[in-house]
């Protein structure tokens, strides 16, 4: 099987996969366990989190199947503890390990919708006021050092409640991840304006732009074709470590009250509700989901410093 491009000769398929499983990039990869160890640890968590539906050992929406004697069960290697029940059970007899999956999977969809959001939004508004500067770099930007001014999560606060205030309370259910996904994407959107708008302004400058505009080529043809491209790989290193933001954020907010309801838990909600009963050594319910969060984060912030340094050519 070869690779046909026209023009050029055809070369054989193993050797364009070989060429690319060579590249900086994968040898970086390769030669770094800490970084093979984080990607296996994200992709487990994804996975599993992604088809919770077979990999949870129970379904903690199915009202038919909790049963009040099962609850507060600690986890199966302690006394009174049972092995369907791996992680122990909560307040309401449901199975805690089901709800951490469950649960992750609520907090990386909102992690990911988040930053797919702020990326979107920070890099249009970064290349355009980069390409465009004047009066609309400066509103931008202008904008960009209001919002830094705030902390982040003030920021997600401030939106969440307003979503809240506006829309009836009846409603609230139905919109929360929409609203955690606006509100955590409009908190992290500066990160991304600032860095694309510092590229475009090199780029702006050099022949082959300039090339393109004697070619006749409109000025979002040459931003978007021939800058962007530029960006992607620090977008790629920002988004990233946002992602691990995004997550904590979500986990804050939740804590806080303001996030996934207790009848959806995401990690944070599970934080939130075990931690009330703490003292009454219910420990297990707050305790997993903290270190299932600990781990997940530490392990997205590890593959975003590996990804940073390997893109990065000034370490190379």
Not at 43 to 70: E, G, I, K, M, R
Not at 208 to 225: D, E, F, H, N, T
Not at 265 to 278: A, D, F, Q, R
Request: no cysteine; charged share 15%; glycine share 8%.
């Amino acid at each position: 099987m070869t690779v046909k491009n026209a023009g050029t000769p055809q070369r054989p398929l193993s050797s364009v996969l070989a060429e690319w499983w060579a590249g900086d990039v994968l040898w970086s990869f390769r030669r770094t366990p800490y970084a093979m160890v984080s990607a296996l640890v994200v992709l487990t968590l994804v996975l599993v989190a992604s088809f919770a539906a077979v990999t949870a050992p129970h379904n903690p929406y199915d009202l038919a199947t909790f049963n009040l004697l099962d609850s507060e069960l600690p986890p199966m290697w302690l006394p009174e503890g049972r092995a369907e029940f791996p992680l122990g059970t909560d307040t309401q007899g449901r199975d805690v390990l089901s709800l951490i999956i469950y649960g992750t999977r609520l907090s990386l969809l909102v992690g990911f919708a988040s930053v797919l959001f702020a990326v979107v939004l920070g890099v249009s508004l970064g290349l355009l006021s980069g390409y465009s500067g004047g009066w609309l770099d400066a509103i931008i930007m202008r904008t960009a050092d209001v919002k830094l001014s705030f902390p982040a999560i003030l920021v997600a606060l401030l939106i969440n409640g307003i979503a809240r205030g506006f829309l009836p309370r009846e409603y609230h259910e139905a919109i929360i991840i929409p609203v955690l996904v606006f509100s955590i994407g409009m908190s992290g959107w500066v990160h991304y304006a600032r860095t694309v708008r510092g590229i475009v302004m090199v780029e702006r400058a050099k022949e082959y732009v300039q090339a393109a505009r004697v070619l006749g080529r409109k000025p979002w043809q040459i931003a978007v074709l021939h800058v962007l491209p530029n960006t992607l790989s620090p977008v790629s290193v920002i988004a990233t470590i946002n992602l691990a933001t995004a997550i904590l954020m979500e986990a804050t907010l939740s804590f806080l009250g303001v996030g996934m309801p207790p009848t959806e838990p995401s990690l944070g909600t599970l934080i939130k509700v075990g931690n009330e009963y703490m003292f009454s050594g219910i420990w297990w319910v707050t305790v997993f989901p903290s270190l299932v969060l600990v781990v997940l984060v530490l392990a997205v912030n590890l593959l975003g410093d590996w990804l940073r340094d390997a893109l990065n050519p000034k370490l190379n």
